[in-house]
């Protein structure tokens, strides 16, 4: 099966909230680099992909024919998708089990495991 899993942030800390990261020591920070870079290599996973920042997005909807566009995340910027990776394995269980090693799991963050659709 294949799976995506979506990295939603919400308080864990990131590089690019700088006061919030400073509060981890820099061994956690390593740790957290080095836990992302282990689920890189894990069989099966295509490697994560980060995204820029929620205030980075631009939001896009069609109404009446007309392209709207608005700056910022459709989402809350704690809900917004921090990145994602691409996971085939498997079953659920593996697939959830590779999401609790992601750091934003367990530092105020959640992930959204979801089966890709195959035709």
Known sequence: MKYVLLIHQGDAPTPYTPDEWARLSEDEQKAVYADYQAINQTPGVSPGVQLAPPETATTVRVQ????????????????????????????????????????????????????????
């Not at 009446?64 to 917004?80: N, Q, R, S, Y």
């Open 64 to 119: 009446d024919g007309k392209t709207l566009t608005t700056d910022g995340p459709f989402a809350e910027t704690k809900e917004a998708l921090g990145g994602y990776y691409l996971f085939e394995g498997d079953d659920l269980d593996a697939a959830i089990d590779l999401a609790a090693q992601i750091p934003a799991a367990r530092m105020g963050g959640a992930i959204e495991v979801r089966p890709l659709v195959e035709r």
